[in-house]
């Protein structure tokens, strides 16, 4: 009787375990951009919520000067969320 709950323990374990990493799986293929607080959560090597020019990179860091629309040297949350979004997607990894 009790190898019977073991068996039905260990195969919700695998059914768990087989769940979660079909959730990253799609994750890691997402094509979806990140959302703006993502991207300062990522790139904010200092954590003052806001990013310089020396802390971005890849589309941003080529646009700064558009998306810093008050100039005054780093973008907030609200100029990232106003800012172009690149054609095609997240690029690969």
Known sequence: MKSKYILMVMACAFFVVACNGKKSQKRQND???PSADEIIKH???NEDGVLSKEEVQGP???MFAEIDSNKDGSLS???IEKAPKPEGGRPQR
């Open 43 to 45: 790139m904010d090597k």
């Open 31 to 33: 094509q979806e951009p």
């Open 60 to 62: 941003l860091k080529e």
């Open 77 to 79: 949350l609200e100029e």
